[in-house]
């Protein structure tokens, strides 16, 4: 069974930054795509990059040009480096790995939380 770990989540002013990361483990198969949603109050959770093992990235509108999806495929770890962060980026941030069967598991989320 596969278990995917968030950190990094935290309280930053508007324009700031920080960057999120996630490992999966226990995995008997390759890790193929990984990524981040995000969860705000009250709205449903939402996409916001993800990346293949060959590094092929995907974005939300909403992140393009802040966010950095990146990972290391030796550690199965996934990072989200979020840049210039607005009020409205405040979330909590879910990692998901798939395994090559496509079997999808996500983190337990980590809470971002953007304000002065």
């Known amino acids: 069974q596969v278990q995917v770990v968030e950190s990094g989540g935290g309280l930053v002013q508007p324009g700031g930054s920080l960057r999120l990361s996630c490992t999966a483990s226990?995995?008997?198969?390759?890790?193929?795509?990984m990524g981040w949603y995000r969860q705000a109050p009250g709205k449903e959770r939402e996409l916001v990059a993800t990346?293949?093992?060959?590094?092929?990235?995907n974005y939300a509108d909403s992140v393009k040009g802040r966010f950095t999806i990146s990972r290391d495929n030796a550690r199965n770890t996934v990072y989200l480096q979020l840049n210039s962060l607005k009020p409205e980026d405040t979330a909590v941030y879910f990692c998901?790995?798939?395994?090559?069967?496509?079997?999808?598991?996500w983190g337990q989320g980590t809470q971002v939380t953007v304000s002065s």
């Open positions: 998901h790995a798939d395994t090559l069967l496509a079997v999808r598991a």
């Open positions: 226990g995995s008997r198969f390759s890790i193929a795509l």
């Open positions: 990346i293949t093992r060959s590094g092929s990235t």
